[in-house]
């Protein structure tokens, strides 16, 4: 199924979602990858924050992003590994709000169990298509800890409309990267089996 959805997002936006279905995303996205993740992590980083997270979706990209101007641009905009965040996924959820992580790859299976039980899921981006995503980029909001973590690291506050993605873990326990893992597991051992 086909989704045009569009942030902030709410129990009920992510509760339709399906492993398998595709999205097309409009409106306020946060990139954040592990340096992000670790600092939202710790226990006081909360009263830090410069952003409510609550209904919010988390790009793990560490996006091209160019000066012009008295604003940015964002040149390229490809997804990273989703795996390395997996410890601090369930407590980001729960503590922070967000219903969304977009990335690719997938997660460990206690952070992807962890989005079913606090509603929210993860939406696989393109790999390999980082110029073809940034096309999807409106513009760029605003910039935070941009010294701290560095342009890479840092939380890219950008609009996006019509951003394409596929729904791979969704709130009902399905987990796409996990069933195709299975599969072809059991297709690699039926091979194998079958040249003895």
Known sequence: MNHNIKTPLGLKDVNKLRSGDTVLLSGIIYTGRDALHKFLFEAKASA????????????????????????????????????????????????????????????SAEASESLSKYGAVYLSAAGGCAQVLAESIVKVL?????????????????????????????THGKDMHREVSSLSASKVAKAIKSRE
């Open 48 to 107: 830090r924050l410069p952003v409510d997270l609550k209904g919010s979706v988390v790009y793990h990209c560490g996006p091209i992003v160019v000066k012009e101007g008295d604003g940015w641009r964002v040149a390229a905009a490809g997804p990273t590994t989703s795996y390395r965040t997996s410890p601090y996924i369930s407590d980001i959820v729960r503590r922070y709000g967000v219903k969304a992580f977009i990335g690719k790859g997938g997660l």
């Open 142 to 170: 605003d910039v935070y800890y941009y010294k701290e973590f560095g342009p890479p690291e840092a939380v890219w506050k950008l609009e996006v409309k019509d951003f394409p993605l596929l729904v791979t873990i969704d």
